[in-house]
């Protein structure tokens, strides 16, 4: 079946660090994909999102990459910071039922 | 002040209870959704409105029903509440739909506890 999903459920990185966080889709039929960011008892938060047409994506700090052949998508954080701690979802967006199907989530720990 | 809210926040209820959770945004969005989140589940999708007089079925909407009451508000109903309906439910809002590569905005939660 269609899954989006996540290599590693928690994350730990040293402040400063840059961070990767991981995700597997089984779907190649999807349009588009999305990070979002959801910190302690908030919604999650549009981070960056990437076109299937593209391989890379930079926004402020942070990187997405993906990887159509073995259907692998990441996302690198620069110089993470004690405010990148989170539950970061990747996501798929299938256009022709206009929904998002997301992933379990990987935790991100950085440590001071 | 929040685009989106929610409410209520947190609910305790007791299974068999009918609930209602609301939904209001100020972004002016035509688009609202609703989903409910479980440990190592991610977000599912419960139902999703285009517009005042459209409503659809999302992935999971077996015991949930909706109301879109007017453009900025969307309510998700649990008939007859019971237990794994527990979860964390957030709305959603987009001002286009997601084949136009728009960014949801979703609200802060409601926790339900269905004893």
């Known amino acids: 079946g269609e899954s989006v999903g996540l290599h590693l459920p928690t994350l730990s990185v040293q402040e400063g660090d840059n961070s990767i966080i991981n995700c597997a889709y089984s779907?190649?039929?999807?349009?588009?994909f999305i990070w979002y960011k959801q910190e302690s008892g908030k919604g999650p938060q549009f981070i960056i999102d990437?076109?299937?047409?593209?391989d890379k994506r930079q926004g402020q700090r942070v990187t997405v990459l993906l990887n159509k052949t073995v259907k692998h998508l990441s996302l690198q954080i620069a110089a993470t910071q004690p405010g990148d701690s989170a539950v970061y979802f990747c996501?798929?967006?299938?256009?022709?039922?206009?929904?998002?199907?997301f992933g379990p989530g990987t935790s991100l720990s950085v440590i001071p | 002040d929040a685009d989106v809210t929610q409410t209520p926040r947190n609910r305790i209820t007791k299974t068999g209870k009918r609930i209602m959770l609301e939904c209001s945004q100020t972004?002016?969005?035509?688009?609202m959704y609703w989903y409910r989140q479980d440990p190592g589940l991610g977000l599912r999708l419960i139902y999703y409105?285009?517009?005042?007089?459209?409503?659809n079925k999302g992935e999971i909407s077996d015991g949930y029903s909706v109301s879109r009451q007017a453009q900025a508000k969307f309510s998700l109903s649990l008939e007859s509440a019971i237990p794994n309906q527990t979860a964390l439910y957030f709305c959603?809002?987009?001002?286009?739909?997601?084949?136009?590569?728009?960014?949801?905005?979703f609200g802060p939660g409601t926790r339900l506890t269905v004893l």
């Open positions: 959603a809002t987009s001002e286009l739909g997601l084949a136009g590569g728009n960014e949801q905005f």
């Open positions: 779907n190649s039929a999807s349009d588009y």
């Open positions: 990437i076109r299937s047409n593209m």
């Open positions: 996501a798929e967006v299938k256009t022709s039922y206009d929904k998002v199907i």
């Open positions: 972004k002016g969005h035509d688009r």
């Open positions: 409105s285009f517009d005042v007089k459209d409503i």
